[in-house]
């Protein structure tokens, strides 16, 4: 079963301070998607990585995909009050052909 | 581009009543749509996978008997509930796949639909 280990799994700052979130797995994925959701509301979509060592940059936020594949990270930068929400990963499996979703980052930005 | 509704957005019903939700690709044509279900404060678990004109195939655990889902065109699938319990109260979201002009995959997700069931 592939598994996508997210962390922290709750985060609170400062407006300002900077953050890096961690999605883990022991597969490998042939792209990885990063979301944040509302509550209430469907994720929505932020970024997608397809090559290992690939990085990319949103504005404030900098996404990074492992070498292997296997593992990326989500960077903010001078978090704001709006970037408060749950941050999801998602690995999508060449072979299983279906999205595996990691376990969340809730993040709190305090103004 | 790349809109995926649901209806309803917000459904309660009885205990033993069956619950239809619909969900469809407004601007493109999705060969396989994907149901999550989402209990409060954790994140997405996949229920199963739909693909046009076959059967869906379920991950493990979920009862195929208990969610019928059924993909009848290239932008529309539906989730059933059938005989709802309040234990199958939940956030229930779909999401459209295909595949993007840069051949990447990417999954546009609808907005959800909160069921209570009483």
């Known amino acids: 079963t592939q598994l996508l280990e997210q962390s922290p799994q709750f985060l609170s700052i400062q407006e300002g301070e900077n953050l890096t979130v961690y999605c883990n797995s022991s597969s490998v994925f042939s792209s990885l998607q990063w979301y944040r959701q509302e509550p209430g509301e469907g994720p929505v979509l932020l970024v997608t990585?397809?090559?290992?060592?690939e990085v990319k940059k949103l504005k404030r936020l900098t996404f990074q995909f492992g070498d292997a594949r296997k593992d990326s990270s989500l960077h903010i930068t001078a978090a704001q009050p709006g970037d408060t929400g749950l941050y999801l990963c998602a690995g999508f499996g060449s072979r299983t052909y279906k999205y595996i979703f990691g376990t969340g980052t809730r993040l709190k930005v305090l103004a | 581009g790349a809109v995926v509704s649901q209806h309803p957005s917000r459904v309660i019903c009885k205990s033993g009543t069956s619950v239809k939700i619909e969900c469809r690709s407004l601007d493109f044509q999705a060969t396989t749509m994907f149901w999550y279900r989402q209990f409060p404060k954790q994140s997405l678990m996949l229920m199963a996978t739909s693909n046009e004109g076959s059967k869906a195939t379920y991950e493990q655990g979920v009862e195929k008997d208990k969610f019928l889902i059924n993909h009848a065109s290239l932008t529309l699938s539906t989730l059933t509930v059938t005989s709802a319990h309040p234990e199958d109260s939940s956030f229930y979201i779909c999401s459209a796949f295909t595949l993007t002009l840069n051949l990447s995959d990417e999954q546009f997700f609808g907005p959800g639909t909160r069921l209570t069931v009483l």
């Open positions: 990585v397809v090559t290992g060592g």
